[in-house]
C-alpha cells in the first residue's frame, strides 16, 4: 500500500522558516517526480513545487520563488520542503504527491498524495 506521510507543519511568525518532510512508501518511485502542493479552504490546491527523479529538474511556484527550495533524498523515498521568510499569505495545508507522468505543474497528474500538514504564519 503506497502512503505518504509529511511532516513538519505548524504555527510560525511571518519571517520565519518550516521545514516540511514527506516520506513515500509501499513501492518503488524510481523515476517520480515528487511534488508539493497547498490548499486554503474553498480554494483549489496550487502547485508550490516540485523536483525530478534526479534532482536536476527543480520547478517553483512564483509567489515562492527565492524563499522555499525543494529537495530528495532518493535512498529514503523522501522530499523536502524548505520555507523561508515565510508570510501570512503562506498559510494552508500543505500536500506532497507523487507523479510517474515526468510532468510537474496540475494536481490531477500526480497519483499519490499525502494527507497534508497545516502550516500557519502569523503576522
Known amino acids: 500500500q503506497v502512503q505518504l506521510v509529511e511532516s513538519g507543519g505548524g504555527l510560525v511568525q511571518a519571517g520565519g522558516s518550516l521545514r516540511l518532510s514527506c516520506a513515500a512508501s509501499?513501492?518503488?518511485?524510481?523515476?517520480?517526480?515528487m511534488g508539493w502542493f497547498r490548499q486554503t479552504p474553498g480554494k483549489e490546491r496550487d502547485f508550490v513545487a516540485a523536483?525530478?527523479?534526479?534532482?536536476?529538474?527543480?520547478y517553483y511556484a512564483d509567489s515562492v520563488k527565492g524563499r522555499f527550495t525543494i529537495s530528495r533524498e532518493n535512498a529514503k523515498n523522501t522530499a523536502y520542503l524548505q520555507m523561508n521568510s515565510l508570510k501570512p499569505e503562506d498559510t494552508a495545508v500543505y500536500y506532497c504527491?507523487?507523479?510517474?507522468?515526468?510532468?510537474?505543474?496540475?494536481?490531477?497528474?500526480?497519483?499519490?498524495w499525502g494527507q497534508g500538514t497545516q502550516v500557519t504564519v502569523s503576522s
Open positions: 504527491a507523487v507523479n510517474g507522468r515526468g510532468t510537474y505543474y496540475y494536481a490531477y497528474e500526480y497519483d499519490y
Open positions: 523536483i525530478s527523479w534526479s534532482g536536476s529538474n527543480l
Open positions: 509501499g513501492r518503488s518511485f524510481r523515476g517520480y517526480v
